[in-house]
C-alpha cells in the first residue's frame, strides 16, 4: 500500500472535485490513462474507491485525480479529509493506455463527462512528449461549466497545431455525441476509420456503443482502447494490502 499526502483540493467543474497528491516516497508509478484505488481505512470491509488520473507521469511525484460528488460513504469521508492528510492507494492499474506513440495514425479520444480525465493524462503527456500525431478529442458534457478541464483543453487547442477539440453540449442544443456525428466528424476532416487509433471513455453504454459500431467498421480490437475495470479483482488487491498489513 502506498501512502500519498493531500497537497489541494478544489471544487470545480460544478459538482465535482480536484484532489492533488504527493508521493514522497516516490514509489508511485503509472501508465498515462490508468487509475489509481484510494483506500480510507482497514475496517474488515473496507472503504475505497477507483479514480481515473488526470495528471501525466512527467508529474510525479505529484499526482491529480477529478470526480464527480456522490452520495456515498466514500465520498462524505473523503470530503472530510484536509491539506496534509495521508491517503493509502494502491499501485495504479487499468488498460486505457497508448501503446505506440511514433505511430502516424491519427488518436481519437471520445469520452463522456468525467470520463474525460484518463484521456486527459495520455494528451498531457503527448504534448509534452511534442508528439507528432494527429490528436483528437471528441467529447460530450452537458453545458461548458460542466465540462472537465475546457480552459486547458481550449488552451492546448491555440497552441498546438495537432491537437483538435470537439465539445458537443447536450444541454444548449438539440445535439449529441453518437456514432453518427463522429462518422460527420470524419467526414469533414477527410480521416478513415482505418487509419485511428481509438480510446473511449464514458458510461458503460456510450462506450459500447462506439466499439460495436466500430467493429461494425472492420476496426480490430487492438485498436479500440477501453477500461474493463473488474470490481471484484480490485476489492480481492485491497484485502490482500490490508491483510499484508495487519501481519506482525
Do not use: W
Amino acid at each position: 500500500m502506498i501512502k500519498l499526502k493531500i497537497t489541494d483540493i478544489k471544487n470545480a467543474f460544478t459538482d465535482s472535485l480536484i484532489f492533488r497528491f504527493v508521493d514522497e516516497t516516490q514509489v508511485f508509478s503509472f501508465k498515462a490513462g490508468q487509475f489509481l484505488t484510494l483506500v480510507l481505512d482497514n475496517r474488515l470491509t473496507p472503504l475505497f474507491k477507483s479514480f481515473s488520473i488526470a495528471s501525466a507521469p512527467i508529474k510525479l511525484p505529484e499526482i491529480e485525480i477529478a470526480f464527480h460528488l456522490s452520495d456515498d460513504e466514500f465520498t462524505r469521508k473523503i470530503l472530510a479529509c484536509k491539506v496534509g492528510d495521508e491517503i493509502s492507494c494502491l499501485q495504479p492499474n487499468g488498460q486505457l493506455v497508448l501503446k505506440n506513440e511514433s505511430s502516424n495514425r491519427h488518436l481519437i479520444f471520445i469520452s463522456m463527462g468525467s470520463g474525460v480525465t484518463p484521456l486527459l493524462s495520455i494528451i498531457r503527456q503527448l504534448i509534452y512528449n511534442n508528439s507528432q500525431n494527429r490528436i483528437h478529442l471528441i467529447q460530450t458534457n452537458k453545458t461548458e461549466e460542466k465540462t472537465y478541464f475546457l480552459n486547458e483543453l481550449n488552451e492546448i487547442a491555440k497552441t498546438h497545431k495537432s491537437f483538435h477539440l470537439l465539445n458537443v453540449l447536450t444541454n444548449t442544443s438539440n445535439d449529441r455525441l453518437d456514432f453518427k456525428k463522429l462518422t460527420s466528424y470524419f467526414n469533414e476532416n477527410k480521416i478513415a476509420f482505418s487509419e485511428c487509433e481509438y480510446f473511449i471513455s464514458g458510461s458503460g453504454e456510450f462506450v459500447e456503443h462506439f466499439a460495436s459500431e466500430l467493429r461494425k467498421k472492420n476496426i480490430q480490437d487492438d485498436s479500440i482502447n477501453i477500461e474493463q475495470y473488474d470490481y471484484s479483482e480490485i476489492k480481492k488487491k485491497v484485502e490482500k494490502s490490508l491483510n499484508k498489513i495487519k501481519l506482525p
